[in-house]
């Protein structure tokens, strides 16, 4: 039986198939995940702790996800025993929906994190130092998603960037907020709290960077993780 | 050739060994990531900035093994195309060495931490607080990577266990600190650095106890995780 027998044709395309579908379990799962991050960002600035519950609760929600993508995963490599390309999509996967599932528990903590601000009485001003790096962290975590819907290893390179600006950004913000609890030591339980929710959105950054960097290890097949930024566009010849 | 061949047996014995190669480099990993965590509490607890910035310096190691075992577990999976048993090792350890690699994060935190806390003066009675914590995490990193070394099911249950204990006494500690500050705003400052070094040892524990559901998840072939402990004691028929 010759490569193109339709026997191989149909196997090989089963098996495309199966590839895709497993990528597009992994956008939905992303998908899930945006807006269980988005979610828990509106309840935070809009005191909305109904909202805030449902984030809490929904977090199984991923778990179940992150299970059941990683177990067909392990079924491709078995039944498939993928080489190259394929090989290496799968090793991504496997580690992409590991980030996610991190990234959910932190949006899990904002949801919780806003019901005790609710229950404390802390005014929503508190909250609103957190609205811009919410924004900054929510659209990294999108364009990371999309360069790997994409396989767009330009756009994970920029991706990554955005980082640096997510890092400088959440310090600022601790520097303020321990300011703030030193001119008014009252304050410093509710301070503490929005303190953690800056560290879950700089966390969750941090987790979009990985999966920008998965995006550039399946491209051009080479760990890229722990090297600096400008060896980076150096190892990949790219002057964007 | 049938499969009691001399060259099958050399190659199932080659595979044999390549497999115990990786296995050998995994838990040297875990040794160095130890010594980091276990240098990075020695540094705090005696205020020494000499090995607080020595840790710092040597997290590079710990990252460098992380990617030469990735695509070492990456090329046996395109040249042995393991299934099995030996398929769940490999995806085991891509996963165990993330985790491994997250701890050497936590201890590089501790360093530079503990060098920020000298540099400002702190008294080292914040730091004697960490001493119980940093003992439990410790032992419980050691018994995971133990678990480990030996697919030692009923010990990786056990080790879970603990972090409910490393939780909770991460809880207290903190409510402690924010007295403390409450107490005295001037010590603010310090008193987060020392409430950092205190998440960072309790997200080694988290890394610890995803190593023991690994273990579980080679020995048994079921992914345990986001499964309540009790729940997990029923799905492998253990009463210990």
């Known amino acids: 039986m010759n490569s193109e027998s339709p026997l191989s044709g149909h196997i090989s395309k089963r098996f495309d198939s199966e ?13 899930l995940v945006e807006t269980q991050v988005n979610s828990g960002l509106q309840a935070l600035l809009h005191s909305d702790s109904k909202l805030a519950q449902q984030v809490a609760d929904g977090d ?3 778990n179940a996800m992150e299970v059941e993508i990683d177990e067909h995963c392990v079924q491709i490599l078995a039944r498939r025993q993928p080489t190259a390309g394929d090989l290496r999509l ?7 929906i590991t980030d996610l599932e991190r990234i959910g528990d932190q949006a899990e903590k904002l949801g919780r994190l806003e019901i005790e601000l609710t229950e404390e009485g802390a005014s929503t001003s508190s909250f609103v130092k957190l609205e811009h790096l919410g924004e900054r962290v929510a659209k990294m975590l999108h364009r990371s998603l999309d360069a790997f819907a994409r396989m767009d290893d ?7 960037k955005k980082d640096f600006k997510i890092n400088e950004e959440y310090d600022d913000l601790s520097r303020q907020l321990i300011t703030f ?4 030591p009252r304050t410093i339980k509710n301070a503490l709290r929005v303190t953690w929710c800056a560290r879950a959105l700089e966390r969750i950054g941090d987790h979009a960077r990985n999966i920008c ?5 399946m491209v051009h097949g080479k760990d890229i993780r722990h090297i ?12 964007g």
């Open 90 to 96: 799968i090793v991504a996967i496997l580690k992409t």
């Open 154 to 160: 330009k756009a994970a390179l920029k991706t990554i």
């Open 181 to 184: 609890m030193m001119e008014d």
């Open 213 to 217: 960097e998965y995006v550039l290890y």
């Open 19 to 31: 590839l895709e579908d497993i990528r597009n379990r992994v956008l939905e799962m992303g998908g």
């Open 228 to 239: 600096d930024y400008d060896d980076l566009k150096d190892q990949i010849n790219w002057d």
């Open 60 to 62: 199984y929600k991923v």
